[in-house]
């Protein structure tokens, strides 16, 4: 029985704040609505469930609006991603560790992503597909970060979990699945209260070791 390692993806394997930030005012400007989200709301809120999403992007907006607005708007971002964008810069080292660490333990991301063409076009761009085991985008089964954790633990029988993320909600969520929160301080979010961080992946391997060897 393995251990396994699940990864967020926005702010703890690459960077997606401009390009999301680009889709959402553009569409907004193409189809007349009067408002524009700022860069630092898009960064707030990356790795957040598709619903609080749409209420932090467009406030002026009722809900069942702002949800079918962010719905198109993540149609369009689709689009994008089939006509060859790249959604993301990914992080220094995340490609070679990610090679590094599939050779002990499973590998998985869970992400609050939508859709899995996000996740696939992280494992394209970063060229790790030999190494992601499987990958859950958490909104399009409607379901929590802690419920895709313990899906995947359950699916691949692993004895223990450690989940890696950069936000409040990531450790949460590791919590609530039972798993240990590794904080990646170069991500998005905030300073977090954690046993466990990382100021680069590259501190990931031995810090893994110790944390399952505990």
């Not at 719905?71 to 971002?77: G, L, Q």
């Not at 660490?101 to 991301?109: G, Q």
């Not at 996740?119 to 895709?148: G, L, M, P, R, W």
């Amino acid at each position: 029985m393995k251990n396994m390692i699940i990864f967020d993806l926005d702010g703890t394997l690459w960077d997606t704040a401009d390009a999301t930030y680009k889709i959402v005012n553009d569409y907004l400007k193409e189809n007349g609505y009067p408002f524009q989200v700022s860069r630092e709301v898009i960064v707030d809120n990356m790795g957040y469930e598709f619903d609080t999403c749409a209420e932090r992007y467009f406030p002026t907006l009722k809900e069942k609006e702002a949800k079918e607005l962010l719905a198109k708007i993540y149609e369009r971002e689709g689009e994008l991603i089939e006509d060859g964008l790249v959604m993301g810069k990914v992080f220094p080292h995340v490609s070679e560790i990610i090679a590094k660490l599939s050779k002990k333990y499973i590998l998985c991301i869970v992400s609050n992503c939508s859709n899995d063409f996000y996740i696939e076009n992280f494992i394209q761009e970063a060229n790790v597909s030999d190494y992601i085991t499987d990958y859950v985008a958490a909104s399009n089964f409607f379901i929590s970060k802690a419920e895709a954790m313990r899906k995947v633990k359950d699916k691949y029988k692993a004895e223990k979990i450690i989940y890696v993320g950069d936000t409040l909600k990531d450790q949460v969520s590791a919590v609530d699945a039972g798993g240990t929160f590794v904080y990646a301080k170069y991500g998005f979010g905030d300073n977090l209260v954690s046993k466990y961080s990382i100021h680069d992946v590259t501190e990931l391997p031995s810090l893994a070791s110790y944390i399952f060897e505990e």
